[in-house]
């Protein structure tokens, strides 16, 4: 298995610039998520997906989009790129369906941002 | 709402020192604890969790008590390596029938031969 994979490792953008970050996973997990990761404010929630075809709202969810059309994809869209959005993102899943059940998070590997 | 207040770091130990890095927490009900590592270069893995009051969370020689008490979850480990260099973050989910992550600012550890 290859876990959860994320590309690509390292993007450059401008201002207002748009693009997507992947997020596939190999385990079969209903549960996936996007975090980003700022210095001194560990992890934050952006959104996160139940199963395909539901997605919803974390912490900070503004200037961010996601779908989940299949159980394996959950792409990050960023349509309006801003220095703001400067970080690294994680993206995570577990077996998990939302109801708490305490199941390991499994993360990628990371999406280095930087937006000029 | 719920939050997780780590030591701030770096925490600096020579090799075979014993560590502790302090995690407490502010929930409502009966959160589970996790410790989660991040080594250079990678995303988070697991380290330990506890999912009730009193469990003790152990893997690789660290460990940690879900207190619920005080509202802690210190991290320990009696012999690190340097190896173990690397950043901690303590987190819960909360107990409301959600998967949701609330994260630690994280502590960096370094230790030098």
Known sequence: NAGVTQTPKFQVL??????TLQCA????HEYMSWYRQDPGMGLRLIHYSVGAGITDQGEVPNGYNVSRSTTEDFPLRLL????????VYFCASSSGTGGGYQETQYFGPGTRLLVL | ???????????TLSEEAFLTIN???TATGYPSLFWYVQYPGEGLQLLLKATKADDKGSNKGFEATYRKETTSFH???GSVQVS???VYFCALEGSYNTDKLIFGTGTRLQVFP
């Open chain 1, 14 to 19: 401008k201002t207002g610039q748009s693009m």
């Open chain 1, 25 to 28: 996973q190999d385990m079969n």
């Open chain 1, 80 to 87: 309006s790129a801003a220095p703001s959005q400067t970080s």
């Open chain 2, 1 to 11: 709402g719920d939050s997780v207040t780590q030591m701030e770091g770096p925490v």
């Open chain 2, 23 to 25: 995690c407490t927490y």
């Open chain 2, 75 to 77: 991290l320990e480990k």
């Open chain 2, 84 to 86: 173990d260099s690397a």
